[in-house]
């Protein structure tokens, strides 16, 4: 029932477009696919035109099926701060929606449209948008940052690594060090991710791997021998070799209201494929980041599948596929600002901490907050904003600090460097039903918000790491916060934790950062009768965990199915089922154990 309700309000909240609008046909404004030439002037003008036009009345800007190109020197350059981003300004954006509403930019539904950057680019950004679509459309850049080459010698004896060189890589060879570049961009890849080239899972046991761009030679046109001794690496492997860099996502929402992706892939970003900061009611609707059919490809993007930061309202993602991603397929959380000064007994100052989490919006007047002391994870005061301002310059973008005051007197303590600040009114409801996540880098699926969270008829398969991450941190990254109701039911999870990445504890990781757990007293998620619920899944693993918690009240693990394959050799240094540290309040039952299930031998509890 509940999700009919869910979808009811999802076709409710975005039916506004349908009624009354007008249809722009893009060649109109001279916007033709399959030209090679640059169409950022007249997208950008056709955009302009249809907003003094309609004035907010309902318009689409239809496209035609083809290619469509954009590049960096005619791009229109803005000053964004994206959260979980480099904050690199300014950004060299193609497409730019401000303002805009009832709007829907869409493509052929038969072929789609093709958005192609030729050049580091951020290619659609809506900001203070409000009931806009995105449908039909893809996204991909001619020459990306990741370097993909596949292994086709490994001299493991002299080490040595005989590597071909994927044709659309520009490369260079200076001093002896591999050097890639685009249009606007140069630079020698530090790391990389291995993939199987029959399979594209990533490979068993690799994670993130050095990679030989040192004292290289060139033997043949892009075939290249390079010093690198890694005996996994067999012929036929395929490498995504990268750098630490995430100067924009492919789509940009920022402070927007009721947006809807609808049919559109993502094929790559060098950074989020889709990222979401202070936004409400947001719809994925078969919304992919996903391979592209005859790239030759093996990643997608730089980082997550899709981000949501500081959101509220509802996030429902549907029917998507994540695939090649070099991190998370989803992400939502909040952010912690850390108290840092108190002005006095109703005022401080909070920072934001994360070098790529700054300068956004963080919240308002009238919002309900609580405080939490970071080395223990336990909240401490609830609280309300009466004013916040930027406190470290004029103006929200590109802010640091904020002056806070609040309704009630702070901790006399406040300002010891131990307290945080959650946004409640910013924590958004989640469903995140009928998706596939596959062949990725690190993790599944992350959740760190308060409302109630679904995730449901998902296939996890190769995840890399852990499948679901439920989170919280006040010490790293500062990504709020604890999860009270969560819902996992009627998924498939296949082989994930291959590989170890951070929280990478079990199938699924309940796992907030907590230095000092010994002390704490309260539990971190859950609570009120609630908690977590896991039913009527699927696990088919080579390994042992299956769910590792901490600091939890309330767990059901109920009705599920364990199967145990021969896939791969176990390594994982958990060798428990259920491994729970500070966890009350656990019902294990109803279960099938391919094997059996002893809870002698399968389950511990510490603490």
């Avoid at 539904?109 to 951020?122: H, P, Q, W, Y």
């Avoid at 956004?360 to 405080?371: E, H, K, M, S």
């Avoid at 640091?400 to 005051?405: L, R, S």
């Avoid at 599920?560 to 176990?570: G, M, R």
């Amino acid at each position: 029932m509940r999700r009919n309700i869910c979808l009811v309000l999802s076709a409710i909240m975005f039916a506004a477009n349908l009624f009354g609008q007008k249809i722009y046909d893009a060649r109109d404004f001279g916007i033709i696919p399959g030209t090679g030439e640059d169409m950022t002037r007249e997208i950008a003008t056709a955009i302009a035109t249809i907003k003094a036009e309609r004035n907010g009345k309902p318009a689409i800007l239809q496209f035609r099926s083809g290619e469509y190109n954009f590049y960096p020197d005619s791009a229109l350059v803005r000053e964004y701060y994206i959260s979980n981003h480099d904050q690199d300004n300014p950004k060299r954006v193609a497409i730019v929606l401000e303002g805009m509403k009832n709007f829907t930019i869409r493509g052929n539904a038969k072929g789609g449209a093709e958005f192609i950057m030729n050049g580091r680019m951020l290619p659609v950004a809506m900001v203070d948008c409000e009931n806009c679509v995105l449908e039909s459309v893809s996204i991909d850049t001619r020459v990306p940052q990741i370097t993909q080459v596949e292994v086709l010698e490994n001299d493991t004896e002299n080490g040595y690594i005989t590597y071909r060189v994927a044709p659309y890589v520009n490369y260079k060879i200076v001093d002896g060090r591999l050097v890639t570049y685009g249009s606007n961009w140069e630079f020698t890849p530090g790391w990389g991710i291995a993939f199987d080239g029959k399979t594209k899972h990533v490979v068993y046991n690799t994670s993130d791997i050095g990679v030989g761009v040192h004292n290289v030679e060139e033997i043949e046109p892009r075939v290249i021998r390079a010093p690198w001794r890694d005996a996994r690496l067999v012929p036929g492997t395929v490498v995504a070799m990268r750098s630490y860099a995430r100067p924009t996502p492919g789509i940009f929402v920022s402070c927007s209201k009721n947006i809807a992706l609808k049919h559109t892939t993502v094929h790559y970003a060098e950074g989020m494929g889709l990222l979401v900061q202070a936004s409400e009611n947001l719809l994925l609707n078969n919304f992919s980041v996903a391979l592209k059919d005859g790239s030759g490809r093996f990643f997608t993007t730089q980082a997550d599948a899709t981000h949501f930061s500081g959101c509220k309202g509802m996030i429902d993602s549907r029917g998507g596929l994540y695939e090649g991603m070099m991190d998370d397929a989803i992400n939502v959380h909040g952010t912690y600002l850390r108290v840092v000064k108190r002005l006095d007994d109703n005022t401080l100052v909070g920072r934001y901490m994360h070098g790529q989490a700054y300068g956004f919006y963080w919240g308002g007047a009238g919002d309900d907050v609580q405080f939490v002391r970071s080395d223990v994870m336990e909240i401490t005061e609830p609280n309300r904003i009466v004013e916040i301002v930027p406190y470290d310059k004029d103006g929200i973008a590109g802010c640091k600090e904020f002056k806070i005051k609040f309704e009630k007197p702070l901790p006399a303590d406040i300002a010891n460097g131990k307290y945080g600040i959650e946004n409640l009114e910013w924590t958004p409801e989640v469903v995140f039903d009928g998706n596939t996540i596959r062949n990725n880098r690190a993790r599944g699926a992350l959740f760190s918000t308060p409302k109630r969270t679904v995730v449901e008829n998902n296939f996890f398969d190769h995840t890399s790491g852990t499948a679901i991450l439920l989170c919280g941190d006040c010490n790293g990254w500062f990504e709020t916060g604890a999860c009270r109701e969560v819902i996992i039911r009627k998924n498939r999870f296949v082989n994930a934790l291959t590989n170890m990445f951070q929280f990478t504890n079990a199938v699924i990781s309940i796992y907030p950062e907590i230095p000092n757990l010994a002390e704490q007293t309260k539990y971190f998620h859950g609570g009120n009768g609630k908690g977590v619920v896991i039913e009527e899944n699927i696990f088919e693993t080579f390994d042992a965990p299956i769910v590792y918690a901490k600091s939890l009240d309330g767990l059901r693990f109920v009705g599920n199915k364990v199967v145990v394959n021969s896939d791969y050799a176990p390594f994982h240094w958990n060798r428990f089922r259920f491994l729970f540290d500070r966890v009350t309040n656990v019902t294990i039952g109803g279960n099938e154990f391919e094997g059996g299930f002893d809870p002698a031998k399968d389950m511990k509890f510490n603490y």
